[in-house]
């Protein structure tokens, strides 16, 4: 939980580096939280109210790990561009969250594993 909260404490920090780890535990408890929010829609009979306003609430922080994640890995923000193209930019988009950290300092910062 701690990964989520420090991304939504960082909801405007597009500068330097994010690592795997915390990526993907911002998505799995996003992830969680929507799942919540949208039974929650489910059983009140509204349309995804809950569900529409928390994904709007987290879009920011959702662009900022995901600019910061793509920094680690030693490429630009504009890769997430590449998401638009169906079915294979999400495959090549998914590759890149995957991939390790570069182990040095790059042109965004320091490495986030030390």
């Not at 330097?16 to 911002?26: N, P, T, V």
């Not at 600019?67 to 998401?83: K, P, S």
């Amino acid at each position: 939980m701690q990964w989520y909260l420090g991304v939504l404490k960082n909801y405007v920090g597009f500068q330097g580096r994010a690592s795997r780890k915390e990526y993907w535990m911002f998505i799995l408890f996003n992830a969680i939280i929507s799942f919540i929010f949208e039974i929650l829609d489910r059983i009140a009979h509204i349309s995804p109210l809950l569900s529409t306003l928390y994904s709007l609430a987290v879009l920011l922080p959702s662009l900022a790990v995901s600019f910061r994640r793509l920094h680690d890995t030693g490429r630009t923000a504009w890769w997430l561009f590449i998401g638009l193209i169906p079915l294979i930019g999400a495959i090549i988009l998914l590759v890149f969250t995957c991939q390790d950290s570069q182990p040095h300092d790059n042109q965004y910062g320091p490495s986030p594993k030390i």
